[in-house]
């Protein structure tokens, strides 16, 4: 049985940083794509970052774009998102998913696995 669990959310004011981490199990992890995804409050779910089994390759999209970095360490089947210079509008609960095979991918849909995903304030 696959699982994801998320942590690390929480509260921090804007400029701030914070770091979440998703523990997988249940899957061959370095052959899966990790991503993150957020959905705010009334808002769709919405891409955030993607990274490569291997970790050789990662994707952003543009509203994180050099302030979040997604990493992952195979040896412990996690991945990670260190946010950085967060702002209000970034107020969401993350979700991490995951997909078999290479491509780094942004559609919700091409992700099998998700978590239960973890909450994220930014006060401005």
């Known amino acids: 049985q696959v699982q994801l669990v998320e942590s690390g959310g929480g509260w921090v004011q804007a400029g701030g940083s914070l770091s979440l981490s998703c523990a997988a199990s249940g899957l061959a992890f370095r052959l899966y794509t990790m991503g993150w995804f957020r959905q705010a409050p009334g808002k769709e779910r919405e891409f955030v970052a993607a990274i490569s089994g291997s970790g050789g390759s990662t994707l952003y999209a543009d509203s994180v774009k050099g302030r979040f970095t997604i990493s992952r360490d195979n040896a412990k089947n996690t991945v990670y998102l260190q946010m950085n210079s967060l702002k209000p509008e970034d107020t969401a609960i993350y979700y991490c998913?995951?997909?078999?095979?290479?491509?780094?991918?942004?559609?919700?849909?091409?992700?099998?696995?998700w978590g239960q995903g973890t909450q994220v304030t930014v006060s401005s």
């Open positions: 998913a995951s997909r078999a095979g290479r491509s780094l991918l942004t559609a919700i849909r091409e992700y099998y696995y």
